[in-house]
């Protein structure tokens, strides 16, 4: 099988791009995903999975008919504003299929851990209207957010997006509480964690926002619990860093780095992690922040206010953390304002017998 239109395709020129080096800039956990996702479309038939053009096809058509709510691109496609990073998540959790049976994913749990100023909600909200539109009948769709206020953003941005598209709003039923596609039945329904019950629930796909902020691993279990009996499932874990090192989103990133790159990897799951190499030369090296912020690499202004926080956090401890934390997406534990390590390494434990603790 030789692929044509994913080759041709902005998400194919945005991995390559990664992989060169040269117009975008990205941390080896990128390269890694990126290299692979090239290397798998190259194999063609060779691959153990199959890269599905006509549902790419069909996720476009849809992108076409939407249209930008707000910004400088006010009235635009979709399809036509989105860049890169954005296409490479898309294409990845909905285009992927096992090769013994089209229907079924290939990634059953996709993780992405990024920089505030990155349209995460957006991204979010589109992965919603789409799955709304192209999933079975009758298909429940969850938001899991740490509280009320936190639940609400991915439906907002759903509402602002379809009210924005006179082509599809027609089909679907918005209400107070939840979004129905009259088309296929299927519901969208945002929930909070220290709101609503979460067990019993029966998610053909789920989205944890902010998991950084929960306060225990109770939300993703009881999702991924309720998909148990679901036929083709998903599940998608989105972040930027907290100030603590205890969270599940620090547990998802290590399990990220496991699964896509270690001994325990496993082909049925992506990630895509936005974050420095060196945390240590976040006040040195500005391509460090820039691997945490895919966005700000294409859109000056985002750039530009970045770089202005990132000098106010270098002059001024008090700026410090929310920097770190926030737009560089280090975990941060407490208050403190200096990085000795970073926490992929520091949950490892490890320490050489040979260690020198003298004057430490």
């Excluded at 920089?115 to 789409?130: Q, V, Y």
Aim: charged content about 30%.
């Amino acid at each position: 099988m030789a692929y044509k239109i994913i080759k041709k395709h902005l998400a194919y020129k945005y991995a390559q791009d990664v992989v060169a080096g040269k117009k975008e800039i990205a941390n080896e956990h990128m390269k890694i995903v990126c290299k692979r996702f090239i290397d798998e479309i190259n194999q063609g038939d060779k691959c153990d999975y199959v890269f599905d053009e006509i549902e790419l096809k069909k996720m476009s058509a849809v992108l076409k008919l939407l249209r930008m709510a707000s910004g400088t691109e006010l009235g635009r496609t979709v399809e036509e504003s989105l860049i890169g990073f954005q296409w490479f998540f898309l294409v990845n959790i909905f285009c992927w299929k096992h090769k013994d049976d089209i229907h079924i994913r290939r990634y059953k749990h996709a993780t992405m851990l990024i920089g505030r100023k990155n349209s995460k909600t957006f991204l979010s909200a589109l992965i919603f209207i789409l799955l709304l539109l192209l999933e079975p009948n009758f298909s429940e769709l969850y938001s899991v957010a740490p509280d009320k206020e936190l639940s609400k953003q991915i439906k907002r941005q759903m509402d602002a997006i379809i009210k924005s598209s006179p082509d599809i709003v027609k089909y679907f039923k918005i209400s107070q509480k939840e979004i129905v596609c009259t088309m296929t039945q299927s519901k969208f329904t945002p929930l909070a964690n220290s709101n609503d019950r979460l067990d019993g629930r029966e998610p053909k796909a789920f989205l944890v926002d902010e998991t950084g902020a929960l306060k225990n691993h109770y939300p993703i279990d009881a999702m991924e619990s309720g998909q148990t009996t679901v036929v083709n499932p998903l599940g998608i874990i989105i972040s930027t860093a907290y100030n603590t090192l205890e969270n599940p989103m620090t547990q998802e990133v290590q399990r990220s780095v496991d699964k896509v790159a270690g001994e325990l990897y496993d082909p049925t799951y992506f990630s895509m992690i936005f974050k420095p190499d060196e945390p240590r030369n976040w006040n040195t090296d500005v391509n460090e922040m820039l691997k945490a912020n895919p966005l700000a690499q294409h859109v000056d202004q985002i750039k530009d206010d970045l770089m202005q926080k990132r000098e106010q956090a270098i002059l001024y401890k008090a700026s410090r953390q929310n920097f770190l934390t926030k737009f560089m997406n280090i975990f941060v534990d407490g208050d403190q304002g200096e990085i000795f390590i970073d926490e992929a390494t520091l949950m490892k434990g490890e320490l050489h017998d040979d260690f020198d603790w003298y004057g430490r």
